[in-house]
């Protein structure tokens, strides 16, 4: 079973930078597309931002695009999304999984992203 662990969270002024991980245990991540999600304080949760296999296809969130980047690094099993130019829209708690599947891995804990304006 895939075990999703998200870091690099924190407060930050708006226009303001971060740098989001999360790394993977249980499954080889370079056989599956990921992405990034976030949930807001009384919003459903949202997909932000997803990456092909290999890393040769990415996808973005209206909101998000031009801002934000996702990455993947396989040999570390991580995937990452630079988040630059941030909002105090942008405040939710981040979570990675696998936007393919129709039944998510079990979500990790998240990692809270606070942009104070």
């Known amino acids: 079973q895939m075990r999703l662990v998200e870091s690099g969270g924190g407060l930050v002024l708006a226009g303001g930078s971060l740098r989001l991980s999360c790394a993977a245990s249980?499954?080889?991540?370079?056989?599956?597309?990921m992405g990034w999600f976030r949930q807001a304080p009384g919003k459903e949760r949202e997909f932000v931002a997803g990456?092909?296999?290999?890393?040769?296809?990415?996808d973005y969130a209206d909101s998000v695009k031009g801002r934000f980047t996702i990455s993947r690094d396989d040999a570390k099993n991580t995937v990452y999304l630079q988040m630059n130019s941030l909002k105090p829209e942008d405040t939710a708690v981040y979570y990675c999984n696998n936007p393919q599947r129709q039944t998510p891995y079990p979500w990790g804990q998240g990692t809270q992203v606070t942009v104070s304006s």
């Open positions: 249980g499954r080889n991540l370079r056989n599956y597309a």
């Open positions: 990456i092909s296999v290999n890393g040769g296809n990415t």
